[in-house]
Nanobody
Framework: QVQLAESGGGLVQAGDSLRLSCVAS????????MGWFRQAPGKEREFVSA????????NYADSVKGRFTISRDNAKNTVYLQMNRLKPEDTAVYYC??????????????WGHGTQVTVSS
């Protein structure tokens, strides 16, 4: 089972950008469809984006379409989330996970520490 470590979060103002990274160890990263999720305090964890093994097909939640871009570098065992034009409602802890295409849930049911994104208005 792959182990995932998120990084790149921070405190920014509305309209700013951040780039999140998720580095995988163990497993075979290039065989995994990867996804990003986020969870705000007191709220349910929600799906943000996913990318196929090859990186050719991407999916985004309606709330982030046009602002976020998911990508991956299989040689580096890393998936990225470029977040542009951030809004206060994007404030959350962001997590990456292995998913199945079309099933926007964590296939392994366990989560890493995540990375905190805070957007001020």
């Amino acid at each position: 089972q792959v182990q995932l470590a998120e990084s790149g979060g921070g405190l920014v103002q509305a309209g700013d950008s951040l780039r999140l990274s998720c580095v995988a160890s163990g497993g075979t990263f290039s065989r995994n469809v990867m996804g990003w999720f986020r969870q705000a305090p007191g709220k349910e964890r929600e799906f943000v984006s996913a990318i196929t093994e090859s990186g050719l097909v991407k999916n985004y939640a309606d709330s982030v379409k046009g602002r976020f871009t998911i990508s991956r570098d299989n040689a580096k065992n890393t998936v990225y989330l470029q977040m542009n034009r951030l809004k206060p409602e994007d404030t959350a802890v962001y997590y990456c996970a292995v998913v199945a295409w079309g099933k926007w849930v964590n296939l392994f049911g366990s989560w890493g520490h995540g990375t905190q994104v805070t957007v001020s208005s």
